[in-house]
């Protein structure tokens, strides 16, 4: 089984939150692009909540992540996976959120996208951490929940900004 890496994060000095995913899925990889799949609702959901008109043109999009006080990045730097799935993660090896958190002090709330997201940060912030850290329903197509669900769960995130 191959390793596979994570992207850097798409940060800037006024970023405000930080959503956090687990690792990019085949399509992100061969793209090299985060959240790459057609299916994949993340960049429908956050254009949708900013109320601005989708693009897929990811030099846009990362724009718009900068524009809208947005960093992106994974929580696993590294994995061994087959296919696309987090349940199939194996031998994972971290980001270093903290030191992350540490270089953009603006940095107020980590969303995590989806479980497995969640859990490693919970695992691997520090107790003494003060940065506020939701779950989010997964944006992956895997994960069923309607769309609607979706989006008014991540509607939480503009509180932050």
Same mark, same amino acid.
Request: aromatic share 14%; glycine share 4%.
């Given at each position: 089984?191959?390793?596979? /890496?994570?992207?850097?994060?798409?940060?800037?000095?006024? =970023?405000?939150? +930080?959503? +956090?995913?687990?690792? &990019?899925?085949?399509?992100? @990889?061969?793209?090299?692009?985060?959240? =790459?799949?057609? %299916?994949?609702?993340?960049?429908?959901?956050? /254009?949708? !909540?900013?109320?601005?008109?989708? #693009? &897929?043109?990811?030099? *846009?999009?990362?724009?718009? @992540? %900068?524009?809208?006080?947005? $960093?992106?990045?994974?929580?696993?730097?590294?994995?061994?996976?087959?296919?696309?799935?987090?349940?199939?993660?194996?031998? *994972?090896?971290?980001?270093?959120?903290?030191? !992350?958190? $540490?270089?953009? &002090?603006?940095?107020?709330?980590?969303?995590?996208?989806?479980?497995?997201?969640?859990?490693?940060? %919970?695992?691997?912030?520090?107790?003494?951490?003060?940065? $506020?850290?939701?779950?989010?329903?997964? #944006?992956?197509?895997?994960? #069923?929940?309607?769309?609607?669900?979706?989006? *008014?769960?991540?509607?939480?995130?503009?509180?932050?900004?």
């Amino acid at each position: 089984m191959n390793r596979i /890496f994570s992207f850097p994060p798409i940060i800037s000095e006024d =970023a405000k939150i +930080l959503i +956090l995913g687990s690792v &990019p899925g085949t399509k992100s @990889l061969e793209m090299q692009e985060y959240y =790459a799949h057609p %299916q994949n609702k993340f960049w429908k959901i956050l /254009f949708e !909540i900013f109320e601005e008109d989708f #693009t &897929p043109d990811y030099v *846009e999009k990362q724009k718009f @992540l %900068q524009r809208n006080r947005i $960093a992106v990045w994974d929580v696993i730097d590294s994995c061994e996976r087959e296919g696309s799935l987090d349940t199939k993660i194996k031998n *994972e090896v971290y980001n270093d959120v903290e030191h !992350i958190l $540490a270089d953009y &002090p603006n940095i107020k709330a980590i969303f995590c996208n989806g479980k497995k997201s969640f859990k490693n940060v %919970q695992k691997k912030l520090s107790a003494k951490s003060d940065i $506020a850290v939701f779950d989010l329903p997964s #944006t992956s197509p895997a994960y #069923t929940l309607s769309y609607e669900k979706k989006l *008014e769960g991540w509607k939480k995130i503009k509180k932050f900004l």
